[in-house]
Nanobody, 123 residues
């Protein structure tokens, strides 16, 4: 069992930065690949990137590549999403999720989800 809690969201101007944190509970956290998703109003939840269980591999979708960076600290049971050069279209609720199926963009493959944190980017 893994419980996830996101934090760090807020209101930021376009071009600014935020760092989201995802705190995990559970002794098996290091065995999970972690994904970051976002959901804007009226849209489906979207995979934006993830990191494998060891932290040696990351993947980003084109929408965030070069602007967002995912990292993890297994000793602290933490995953981070550093977001730079934010755009109004990045406005969404951001979720972290855990899977033991290997890093994947498929929402249905994730076993555990956080409650989400709101990110609003003003123009």
């Amino acid at each position: 069992q893994v419980q996830l809690v996101e934090s760090g969201g807020g209101l930021v101007q376009a071009g600014g930065s935020l760092r989201l944190s995802c705190a995990a509970s559970g002794r098996t956290f290091s065995s999970y690949a972690m994904g970051w998703f976002r959901q804007a109003p009226g849209k489906e939840r979207e995979f934006i990137g993830g990191i494998n269980w060891r932290g040696g591999y990351t993947y980003y979708t084109d929408s965030v590549k070069g602007r967002f960076t995912i990292s993890r600290d297994n000793a602290e049971n933490m995953v981070y999403l550093q977001m730079n050069s934010l755009k109004p279209e990045d406005t969404a609720v951001y979720y972290c999720a855990a899977t033991q199926r290997g890093l994947t963009g498929q929402t249905s493959n994730y076993d555990y989800w956080g409650q989400g944190t709101q990110v609003t980017v003003s123009s």
